[in-house]
């Protein structure tokens, strides 16, 4: 008798506000508080700014002469959400391909995540340089041409690399910037902003408030 496969599963996660139960970009800038980052703020709310360029103005309002500051800060801030550790161990017995994909930036992200046996190449982010004397930010994994949302790191991207004919798609997130992402895949996980962008358009999904009720759910979707 043949054993027919089941669609084997991937899962795309967001990390500020998800992995982590904050925005470390956010707390960077409320902690070191460079002037105009506010603005900047303001100013993609209002969609005058695109994701990246307000990233990018931001962190070059930070002098790269405050880098271990930075750094440090960024990381001791961070508080991991409950049950990810599990989390990462469910995926990996139950062979379901986990990546990170956030618009974070590496100098926290690595660290954050070294703990945790995801391979490097399964976490994508935005990159960062200290050369000058304002902190550049890098980004390796832009838009294709199917998005035209300046996301910088595009997760939409990413996930229609993956087809739905050879994976269910699962996506994990807390923001408008996984909204985009959400309404591409076949299962979404949402808390916070993206639990009301999906309720508005009436996209079906999971609501968590940590990764132990993510499991549970994956386990009752696995098929027997
Ligand atoms: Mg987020
Ligand atoms: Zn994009």
Not at 28 to 35: C, D, G, Q
Not at 146 to 155: S, W
Request: hydrophobic fraction near 40%; aromatic fraction near 12%.
């Amino acid at each position: 008798m043949t054993t027919i496969t089941a669609t084997k599963r991937i899962i795309f996660c967001d990390f500020d506000g998800t992995i982590t139960v904050s925005d470390n970009i956010l707390a960077v800038m409320k902690h070191f508080n460079p002037p105009g980052w506010e603005d900047l703020v303001q100013q993609l709310m209002d969609k005058k700014l695109s994701i990246r360029e307000t990233v990018g103005s931001m962190f070059s309002l930070l002098p790269t002469a405050q880098k271990e500051e930075i750094i440090n800060y960024s990381i001791s801030n961070a508080v991991i959400r409950e049950g990810f550790a599990e989390f990462v161990d469910y995926c990996r017995e139950q062979d379901i391909t986990l990546l990170v994909t956030s618009g974070g930036i590496d100098f926290f992200i690595y660290p954050l995540l070294a703990p945790f046996p995801i391979p490097q190449e399964h976490i994508y982010c935005n990159s960062s340089s200290f050369e000058g004397s304002t902190i550049e930010i890098l980004w390796p994994h832009s838009c294709d041409e199917h998005c035209d949302n300046n996301c910088g790191m595009c997760k939409t991207t990413i996930i229609r690399s993956y087809s739905p004919e050879d994976y269910h798609r699962i996506i994990i997130g807390d923001s408008v910037t996984d909204f985009a992402g959400a309404k591409l895949v076949e299962t979404i996980f949402a808390r916070s902003h993206l639990v009301d962008l999906c309720k508005e358009l009436e996209l079906p999904y999971y609501p968590f408030e940590n990764f132990f009720e993510i499991i549970q759910r994956l386990e009752e979707m696995t098929p027997s």
